[in-house]
């Protein structure tokens, strides 16, 4: 059933959208340190004032800005995951999502990231592992369910699903933010090929 939302619900959740996405511009144009709230007002086309009425402050903004595009690269995942496909493509399509995501806001998420997570700094990464750790524990959950049905179906041979799970997507984030120092990365299917190529050649029935 349909839920039926309010003008205003319409309106807001509209203005929320623009001034995200004008967010995820001005940074990765100007920097984190340069990017103002002026400026990412101007962007989105919008009075300063509109944005406080969201957003408590910079930090804030930045912060849900990130989540809210992680949000999008998940739904884009759960749709590879869940498509009538078989294993191989799903981990095709999994692999060109996230890459594709990555590369699209390469800037920004590099840059949300050096800020938030330096790596001098470890014990700040596990803080943030941490603070994810649900929505990551339901994430690996969901892609051993795909391989466990995957063995079900006799795609792959037998393996601890949840083991494999945690190795490719640790995998395939570790050649990502590889990709976001790079200065010159290469192509996103020959990646995507690596990945996938690695996973399965590992996966596939032997004789």
Known sequence: MAIHRSKEEVVQEFRIRSIQEATLRVISRKGMAAATMQEIAEEAGVA???????FRDRDELVEKTFDTAMDQLMVEIDRALDA????EQKIRDVMSAKLAFFSANREFIRLYL??????????????????CHPQYRTRIDKFATVIEQAIDRGEIRPLDAKRLALFIIEGSTAIILERLTEESSPAE???????????LDGVRKRS
């Open 84 to 87: 009538d496909t078989p294993f």
């Open 189 to 199: 299917e020959a990646d995507v090929d690596l990945i996938a190529g690695l996973i």
């Open 48 to 54: 300063k004032g509109t944005i406080y009425l969201y």
């Open 114 to 131: 050096a800020a938030k997570m330096p790596e001098s700094i470890p014990e700040r990464q596990r803080q943030k592992k941490k603070n």
